[in-house]
């Protein structure tokens, strides 16, 4: 693309976000700031304090204009009192990140950050505070909504394949579109915004792609998750649609729509959020560390991570006395849901999803009590910082250990995502055996803590989804197997996963194609053993997305319907022995470039026993998407496309190839060829 058409593409954008603002909506705007939380005094007060206050997001505040003369000696300060007082409160660092009194001021923009601990949500007003006296001060009004990431849905399907897990506006300018997919054949295809037409048109103009490219037209995509900027001084106020569009052939591929009601962050410099000093820290992994304070009878910790949205912390006492043990420890499982920092107390009664009184459960749910409380957080640069506090005797003798602060005590901890249900999934790191930690958590005040990088992961390419047509397979083998990390379930269906998840006919959860009127036979292999939920994987079919029948309340499992698999008592008919595919050296998924790469690098392992089965026939009564999944615990299967004819093009896994998948070995060489 050469310099000038460069510069005229830039002009255009420009000039356009121009129109937009004079005859497109009434509240576009050029530059945007946040929400207005006040202005000082005007005409200045005392200190020629004068300016406007915006509401970044729940931690952050820009004050625009702002001026001060340095005549009186002055800091921020914050409070939740009715009125600013000298004596409540907290003082709020400088744009700096330092609390020395502040300098002379001209006309400036600033960005600050309320300290470590606090929110807007605890915050009445906000002042330049001289020398006992309040130089000018904002009050925040009472149930202020400030900006937050706002979800937009997924972009629509229209053409050429595109789907997309949520769209999450992030600020003003920026859109963080997961699980994107695109078959990028588009031959004049961009992403393109506008404002003159309620839905995608060719009145609109070209946005940048994850690479940051005009002239580029847009790639394949298959699963990534991608971050796009709005061009120029273009904000999301000023669009109303975001759209996968060909601009030769006035075509649109997908869109979403952008609320008007929206009240997101503007596109602000990350500001470092001031922690409030604790005594001890212990750096876990090179993706986590652990800071405490022993508070009397209580326990203050702050958790520290470079961890993916989504993505939790879990810290707590080992259920072993001897050493790291996953099985009867207590953990607090920390995570941002949204905006708003969680941390809940867990209890570890089994090596598996929670399902009834058993698995990895809140303490709610297995008759315990969160005793967690002072929840708060932060989000800056890719770290992620959550603190609570707890008892170090809770009086709960069944699900929490009592901390003696004067015994070195053996660690839990882990990360990894949580479920669409709120729920901790398998973690994707822990600690290694050769890694254990111990901790006394009354020792001397020893901070030995480095600072975490906030680099993010190499993103890899997701594996292609699997699909096994019904009209040359008819016999399905059910078995569990491994997820395949960042390149299988996740990236097949947007999801978090367990860790483990349904292989049919050595295929990490393919799609099933199946026709109505036709007999289908699964032969299931999931575990018969209720005893251990870990190996208890009953299979069945079902309209329900998620799975986990068992763990559904009366009326839930009311709302769904289910088509083999369970009895009319409502109770599981087809777990079978287990039998599962794992790897013994660990997890190959984020270097193996494909499926069938990973797959030659696992083994198969059977207990003895037999193996269940059912047949299933579609009728004209079947929804045309259904799922497999499993009976006691959530997220492990995937979809059945029921058909009335079978789809042409692009055929599935043939017989002939899944018949010679006597082993997975012999899967694996196979698969290299499909």
């Known amino acids: 693309m050469s310099c000038r058409r460069f510069k005229l593409e830039q002009v255009a954008v420009s000039l356009l976000a121009l129109a937009m603002m004079l005859s497109g909506r009434s509240d576009a705007q050029t530059q945007y700031y946040g929400k207005l939380i006040g202005s000082f005094p005007s005409p200045a007060g005392q200190g020629g304090v004068a300016g406007a206050v915006y509401a970044v997001d729940a931690n952050r505040l820009q004050i625009v204009g702002f001026s001060f003369d340095g005549s009186v000696t002055a800091q921020f300060r914050a409070g939740s009192t009715d009125s600013p007082s000298g004596s409540e409160g907290v003082l709020v660092p400088n ?359 906030s680099a993010t992961p190499a993103p890899v390419t997701p594996w292609p989804t699997r699909k096994i047509k019904g009209d040359q397979v008819t016999n399905f083998t059910v078995r569990i197997g491994p997820t395949g990390g960042r390149r299988g379930y996740e990236a097949i269906t947007g999801l978090p996963s367990w860790g483990i998840a349904y292989w049919l006919n050595g295929l990490l959860i393919p799609e099933l194609e199946l026709k109505r009127g036709w007999k289908y036979t699964f032969i299931v292999e999931g575990g018969n053993d209720t005893a251990t939920p870990e190996r208890y994987h009953p299979f069945y079919i079902t309209d329900d997305p998620t799975g986990g029948y068992v763990q559904k309340t009366p009326a839930e499992q009311q709302q769904v319907r289910v088509f083999a698999g369970v009895d009319e008592n409502g109770m599981p008919t087809a777990a079978g022995r287990y039998c599962e595919y794992n790897n013994p050296n660990g997890d190959t998924s984020e270097t193996s470039e494909t499926f069938a790469e990973y797959a030659r690098t696992l083994q198969e392992d059977c207990m003895p026993g037999q193996a269940a089965q059912f047949t299933w026939t579609p009728d004209v009564d079947t929804p045309d998407l259904v799922y497999y999944h499993c009976f006691t615990h959530q997220y492990l299967g995937w979809k059945i496309r029921v058909v009335d004819e079978f789809t042409s093009g692009a055929a599935g896994v043939s017989a002939g190839m899944l018949a010679v998948m006597g082993t997975l070995f012999a899967g694996a060489l196979l698969l290299g060829h499909i």
């Open 95 to 453: 744009e700096q990140g330092s609390t020395s009194p502040l300098g002379v001021y001209n006309n400036r923009k600033l960005v600050i950050a309320l300290p470590g601990g606090t929110t807007l949500d605890d915050v009445k007003w906000f002042s330049v505070w001289g020398q006992n006296s309040n130089l000018g001060h904002v009050t925040v009004p009472d149930n202020f909504d400030y900006p937050r990431p706002r979800n937009i849905g997924e972009f629509s399907r229209r053409q050429h394949q595109v789907r997309s897990g949520d769209v999450t506006i992030v600020n003003a300018k920026e859109f963080h579109i997961q699980n994107l997919h695109y078959d990028g054949f588009g031959p004049d295809a961009f992403f393109w915004a506008g404002n003159q037409d309620s839905r995608p048109s060719r009145r609109g103009f070209k946005v940048p792609d994850h690479r940051g490219s005009y002239d580029q037209r847009l790639p394949r995509y298959t699963g990534q998750t991608i971050n796009i900027m709005l061009p120029g001084d273009v904000t999301v106020y000023d669009i109303k649609w975001l759209s996968m569009w060909c601009i030769r052939f006035t075509a649109n591929f997908g869109e979403v729509f952008i609320p008007a009601d929206l009240n997101v962050p503007p596109l602000v410099e990350d500001v470092e959020i001031p922690a409030m000093p604790m005594m001890n820290c212990e750096e876990l992994h090179r993706d986590m560390q652990v800071s405490w304070t022993l508070a009397g009878e209580n326990l203050d910790v702050e958790l520290t991570g470079r961890v993916e949205d989504g993505d939790y912390m879990a810290f707590g006492v080992s259920g072993c006395n001897d050493r790291a043990c996953m099985v009867g420890s207590d953990v607090t499982v920390a995570w941002y849901d949204g905006d708003v920092p969680r941390a809940v107390d867990y209890t570890l009664k089994a090596y598996s999803q929670c399902s009834g009184a058993s698995g990895v459960c809140p303490d709610d749910r297995v008759g315990g009590t969160d005793n967690n409380v002072n929840i708060t957080g932060r989000q800056v640069n890719g770290i992620t910082r959550i603190r609570y506090s707890r008892p170090i005797n809770t009086g709960d003798t069944t699900t929490d250990k009592v901390i003696d602060p004067s015994q070195n005590m053996y660690i839990s901890w882990a990360i990894g995502p949580i479920n669409p249900s709120g729920v901790a999934a398998k973690h994707h790191t822990r600690v290694e055996v050769s890694d254990q930690v111990q901790l006394m958590f009354g020792r001397e005040a020893s901070d030995m803590c480095e600072m975490i990088s």
